[in-house]
Each structure stands twice: as C-alpha cells, then as structure tokens.
C-alpha cells in the first residue's frame, strides 16, 4: 500500500468488492491502511495439488476462531498432554478439551493427542524424557495409558513434541516412537513427530542432538519441523521464520526423510522488541498478524519487506515513553514464500503454531493455492 490509497481506490483498481477486501483482511472501521502493508485479493484460482494442513489448538481457543479456521484443516493437534516420571499420562491442564474434539469431528477433521515433558513449571523437561525412555516399565505404562486415552476421547492420532532431548537419549527417545508408532498402528491411529530445525546431521545444541531425522522419519507417519523462533522472546529482533534459513532446514531434512513425510512449520505470529534489544533483560511481546498492521497503522509506520528473509517487519516509538521498537510478523507475502517451498520440494503439507488467532488470508490463500487432503 502507498500512502493515500484507500479501499475503494483498490477494489476499483482490482474489480473487486470493498467488502470482500475489509471481510478477508480483517480490517477495522474505519478502514485505514498501512503504508506497506500487505492485502489479500480474492481471485478465481485453480489449486494444483493437495497437501495436509494442521495447527496446534490449546483446549480453551476461542470456539468462533477454531469454526472459522476447521474448513482449512486436515488435522488439529490438541495442545497437550504430559506425563509423570513413572509413565502415568497427565491431561491438559488449561482446560477440557472435549468441545475442540465434538467441533473438529464434526468438520470431518482428525483430532490429533499432542505429548509434550512439561514439567511442574510449564517447561520442557528433559529429565522427564530420560526417565521413561530408559525404562522399559514407565514406557509400557505411557503407552498403554496413549492407546486408552484416544479410544476414549476419539483421537485420531498422536504427535510427539519432545524438544530439549539430551544427546545421550537419542537413541532411546527413537525406540520410544517407534513403540508408540506400533502402538498407534495396531489401533488404526496416525503418529506423528515435531522436529527441532536441524539444517545438517552434525548440528550442535540441546535442541538438535537428541533427534535423529532419519530413524523419526523412518518411524512416524509424518514430521513436522518447527521452522519457526529463529526470532523468539528472549531473543534479538529476527524474523521469525526467514525464507532463506527456512530453505536450509528443508534441503537437509529432505535428505533424511521421504517429502511426501514432511510437513513445514508455518508461524501465525509476530514478534515486538522494545529497543534497544539487551540480552537477558529484553523480551519481546508476542502479537498476532493482524495485531501487527494495527500497531503500524496507530503508530503511522511504515511496513517494510526484507527480500532476503521474505517478511514484513517495521519500527515505531512510543509517543508518550519515546522507547523504539521492531516488530517482525507475518503476512501474505511471507506465507505465499513458505507455500512455494512446499511445492517446490513436493512436501506432505504444512502445520501452524498455533490456530488461536485468526489470520483469515491466510487461509484464503492457502485454500487458493491448494486442495486440502483429509488424512
């Protein structure tokens, strides 16, 4: 957008309806725009080929939210269960999720069981890992405890989102899965696997060693690589998924695990960083897409759009404090990039982290550019 164009002048422009332009980007009355931002158009487009779409849903996201977003989803990963160090399977614990199962049931979607090792502080928990994927008992109970929760409560299947994995538990963390996956197939139940975003097999760090690419492939049905939070809270002001580091972690994985196995993580968030930026006292506020081109709009600033990394981001300062700030977020631009990398290299689909907002070009882009397969 440049600065004085207006709704009307660009549906004229485009033939198409203002209304349609205000509905699918969600814009508020009265309707101004950001110089620089980004719109979605409505076009007569014939999808190519299909691909698999999941997001991750805490128990308590909005029921309007999680119906507007179903009709774009192939699956929806319920945000999540945990366990003890002896095995014994531990509920969500922001609330019931049995309205999220009725509600994706009932758009013909598959609930998907999310297990995470959130210890008592909310927080990744490697040591609960290691406890009971070393002991052959606590393994049998978890799994047990998996097969009768999801008969139960009508899941479809299970993902496994374990992130902290000492290297010393890779291998055990792999006979786990493959467990689980034998487990789920003897019930007619998919198994599914979030990875760190490795870009070779070598990588260092506490995020990448305890996953071994090759044999997770091997055993899961599918994967999901988190390729996200190379901007994160804690961290300097990045963008969030960057098309440039986003294309390694591909190329790599791709190398390891069958495409038509490989789901892309896709970001529906942003990022703002008061500045200046100080490591360990900086944290940045987490603001949803459309939150963004707000803050832009309210604080007249303009959007700008790396080439490089394929995303918006901009700078504005607070009127009354006078403190600087960036955001990096996402937008229709950065999203259509992530979409041509899935095409590009004949990927299974994609997964968002997380549908709790509602970012409707999104979607309207995606179901423009491809099928949804039901798997």
Same mark, same amino acid.
């Given at each position: ?20 332009? *205000?509905?699918?980007?969600?814009? *508020? ?41 179903? &009709?774009? +989803? ?17 509920? &969500? +614990? ?38 009971? *994927? ?44 493959? $467990? ?23 990588? $260092? ?5 305890? $996953? ?23 961290? &300097? ?8 580091? *986003? ?13 038509? $196995? ?114």
């Amino acid at each position: 957008m440049q600065r004085g164009d207006t709704v009307d002048r660009i549906a004229a422009q485009e033939q198409v309806r203002a209304e349609d332009i *205000v509905y699918d980007n969600q814009l *508020v009355y009265p309707f101004e725009l950001a110089v620089g931002q980004a719109l979605f158009i409505a076009k007569d487009e014939t999808s190519d080929r299909s691909i698999a779409v999941g997001g991750y849903a805490y128990p308590y996201i909005s029921p309007w939210v999680l119906r507007q977003t179903l &009709p774009y +989803l192939s699956r929806v990963h319920v945000f999540s269960y945990g366990f003890t160090f002896e095995g014994d399977l531990i509920p &969500p +614990l922001l609330g019931d999720e049995s309205a999220v199962i009725a509600a994706t049931l009932q758009y013909g979607v598959a609930p998907i069981l999310t297990l995470t090792p959130f210890g008592p502080d909310g927080a990744f928990n490697n040591r609960l890992i290691e406890s009971v *994927v070393n002991n052959e008992n606590y393994t049998a109970n978890l799994i047990t405890q998996l097969m009768e929760t999801c008969a139960a409560k009508g899941y479809s299947g299970i993902d496994i989102d374990f992130e902290y994995i000492l290297a010393s538990d890779r291998d055990a963390f792999t006979a786990f899965v493959q $467990k689980t996956a034998e487990a789920c197939r003897s019930q007619g139940l998919t198994i599914s696997v979030a990875l760190a975003p490795k870009s070779s097999a070598d990588q $260092k760090g506490l995020l990448y060693e305890g $996953k071994d690419y090759g044999a997770l492939g091997d055993a899961a049905d599918s994967v999901l690589l988190m390729t996200y939070e190379w901007g994160y809270k804690y961290g &300097p002001p990045l963008p969030v998924a960057p098309i440039n580091q *986003v294309r390694k972690v591909v190329e790599y994985a791709i190398t390891e695990i069958l495409p038509s $196995k490989i789901d892309l993580g896709i970001p529906n968030y942003g990022y703002d960083w008061p500045l200046p930026f100080e490591q360990g006292v900086t944290a940045a506020r987490t603001i949803g897409n459309i939150e963004a081109v707000r803050i832009a709009i309210m604080n007249d600033a303009v959007i700008q759009y790396d080439e490089t990394a394929q995303s918006p981001y901009f700078t504005y300062t607070e009127p009354e404090s006078g403190v600087g700030h960036i955001v990096w977020f996402e937008d229709v631009r950065s999203i259509r990039a992530k979409f041509d990398l899935i095409r590009e290299f004949g990927l299974r689909g994609c997964g968002y982290w997380t549908i709790m907002q509602l970012f409707r070009a999104n979607w309207l882009l995606l179901a423009s550019e491809f099928e949804i397969r039901y798997t």
